[in-house]
């Protein structure tokens, strides 16, 4: 099989580029190496013979086109996507452009190299959401693959509409589609602006570490290794036109977990002990969802598919990393707007 990998570079896209090449997939990756992209993440692929990077932007219909011709995909695996909720807020635009354009030209630039392989069979378009269509959850319940849509952000409202034309290609003209949606990611080469690498690093350099209202929203966390896998495993075994949910079966909220980073930094890195006295309470951001909630029946079943790192793990194996790693992060910390307040609705 040969993949063509849309935001390859990005947290989520790197790490099913790494397994998929690992597998020995043919695997191209398309990105358009915006902010929060960086071609370090791919580096221990990078000089595999099943391996090629394209520089193209997904709102760019000839760019797609191109590739396609070039390299002739059994498959496409789209992640690429803007997704930061506080730059939403602050720039709704770009949320549009990429999410919701780019989707479509992908779609048809899709559907025309699908069309001209004779409608293959086996050709398949997945499509990798987030919970967040979904909306908010009150204390209980759990989103499931038929719950109504209830976007509440810029970046929600555009990853609905999204899914949404997904459908519709599969529904009007045929396109064999998959789609997921996923809780929130966590792991390795997480972009250092989102909020578990923010909570690593701010604690290493003795700077407050900002806890939207008073830290009661409650999130399920996956790790992205762990989500690599089961995307993977619905593009080989997923039921066409079928939508899957992804989660960690790991529900927590963002005060306990950010306290939970603290302690294992306690025990990593002494220095500064205790960490959690940095939590620094902050103005919460506008709309903020109170709980997300993945269940994830469909896929255990249907496809055999469960987590296998628990949210202990995963914390304690990405703050090793983290520590490991400053030489990958370290430069990151100088892109627009890492550091800074945003979305404040203002």
Partial sequence: MKLLVTGGAGFIGSAVVRQAVAAGLDVVNLDALT?????????????????????????DRRALDDAFAAHDPDAVMHLAAESHVDRSID????????????????????RAHW?????AEAFRFHHISTD??????????????VSPYDPRSPYSASKAASDHLVRAWHETYGLPVLLTNCSNNYGPY?????????????????????????????????????????????LRNGRVGRSYNIGGDSEARNIDLVRAI????????P?????????????????????????????????GWR??????EGLERTVRWYLDNEAWWRPLLDRAGVGTRLGTGR
């Fill in 35 to 59: 902010y929060a992209a960086c071609l370090a993440n791919v580096a221990p692929v990078a000089d595999a013979p099943n391996y090629a990077f394209v520089h193209a932007n997904i709102t």
């Fill in 91 to 110: 720039g709704p635009g770009a949320f549009v452009a990429t999410n919701i354009t780019g989707t479509y030209n992908l779609l048809e630039a899709a």
């Fill in 115 to 119: 069309d001209r392989r004779g409608r």
């Fill in 132 to 145: 967040e269509v979904f909306g908010s959850l009150g204390p209980t319940g759990r989103f499931t693959e």
């Fill in 190 to 234: 997480h972009f250092p602006e989102k909020l578990i690498p923010v909570v690593i690093l701010n604690a290493l350099h003795g700077r407050p570490i900002p806890v939207y209202g008073a830290g009661e929203n409650v999130r399920d966390w996956l790790f992205v290794e762990d989500h690599a896998d089961a995307l993977l495993s619905v």
């Fill in 262 to 269: 603290c302690a294992i930094l306690d025990r990593l890195r």
């Fill in 271 to 303: 220095e500064g002990a205790p960490h959690a006295d940095l939590v620094t309470f902050v103005a919460d951001r506008p709309g903020h969802d109170a709980r997300y909630a993945i269940d994830a029946g469909r896929i255990h079943e249907e496809l």
């Fill in 307 to 312: 987590p296998s790192v628990t949210l202990a």
